[in-house]
């Protein structure tokens, strides 16, 4: 069963997306988030999703369920950077007057194409941020995002593009805070991810622009166990391997969550609190606060888009069957 169909969550329209294997829900009108994603082999749940009672708290907080798109991804000191000498001042909405997790929140996307076919179906979502007079305010350039949300057999693909509409080059950065279940069994699970070093953070968990060694987490490279892991760690990809990240219960389930390499340079993983119902894999574009850490960005990964240009980026999530 490949194909396309509507449903509700809190009074919005959500389009779900099916295969044999998965069953993918989109809310669009809420943000354009990934609030579902359903094992039909297994019957669980892979994704953290929110409960419709909860709506209040994840209108609030939506980076907390589902597969979030951060625009851009992590903190900014203060809120506020320059780029190319015009001056940014986001919301400071966090601990020390800071900002956390970018301007994408619960804007409304429309869907502007659906494809069925034998292979697999997809969703197109659009959205422009002139849409969003505070989006303005805070970042006063005219951007067009389109995602593309395609899921073929045991994958879910996600491309976003993103057009720059207005007449200056602009400082870029996005990342997905990937809210992965673990069942209250973080003892089955090990999770390989070849990283190369870790940001060191101050106390307000904002990179200094110094790498550390990994220490007891280059057990990633080759596969850790997240038995007893208490995680929010920003680390650093190798470069020249995959960016991609494996993770695998004892039984030999289990899924493999990949990056553009081209442009996705860091990890963040997250586990609120001791490792028990979730571990968040996040891959982001930029390191967090990347306009005040450093100009070099081949440390920071800042991207630029030019006036005209669309950016393409695009990751992968796919399951893995003992069978």
């Known amino acids: ?44 749940h892979i994704l953290r999703q929110p409960d419709e009672k909860d709506i209040a708290f994840y ?28 001056s940014y001042q986001f919301d400071r ?20 194409d659906i494809e069925e076919d034998e292979d697999g179906c997809a969703v197109t979502t659009e959205f422009r941020t002139e849409d969003d007079p505070h989006w303005m305010e ?22 976003l593009k993103v057009t720059n509409l207005g007449d200056k080059r602009i400082p870029f950065g996005m990342g997905y805070h990937t809210w992965f279940m673990l069942d209250g069994e973080p003892s089955r699970w090990n999770l390989q991810l070849p990283v190369a070093s870790i940001y060191e953070l101050n106390e307000e968990l904002l990179p200094s622009g110094r790498l550390l060694p990994l220490d007891k987490l280059q057990a990633l490279n080759e596969g850790m166990s997240l038995e007893g892991t208490d995680l929010d760690t920003a680390l650093r990809a190798v470069h020249g391997q995959a960016v991609e990240a494996l993770l695998l219960r004892d039984d030999g389930y289990g899924l493999r969550y990949s990056a553009d390499d081209s442009y996705f340079r860091h990890w963040v993983l997250y586990t609120k609190g001791p490792a028990e119902q979730f571990l ?15 100009d070099d960005v081949s440390l920071t990964g800042l991207l630029t888009i030019e006036p005209g240009q669309t950016l393409e980026l695009s990751t992968t999530l796919q399951m893995i069957y003992p069978d």
Request: charged share 20%; with cysteine.
């Open 93 to 112: 909405n966090t601990a020390g007057d800071n900002h956390i997790h970018g301007l994408h929140r619960t804007q409304s996307w429309c869907v502007s």
């Open 280 to 294: 968040c894999i996040e891959p982001y574009t930029w390191l967090p606060d990347a306009p005040n850490v450093s």
């Open 1 to 44: 069963m490949k194909q396309v169909t509507k449903g509700q969550w809190g009074g919005y329209d959500t389009y779900i997306l099916h295969s044999r294997e998965l069953e993918v829900t989109l809310l669009p009108r809420l943000g354009n988030n990934v609030i579902s994603l359903k094992d039909l082999r297994q019957d669980r």
């Open 138 to 159: 805070q970042f006063p350039a005219p951007l067009k995002f389109e995602m593309t949300f395609r899921l073929q057999d045991g994958r879910l693909k996600q491309l």
């Open 59 to 86: 209108k609030q907080k939506p980076y907390h369920f589902g597969i979030p798109l951060l625009v851009p991804p992590g903190r900014i000191r203060k809120g506020e950077f320059q780029f190319d000498g015009t």
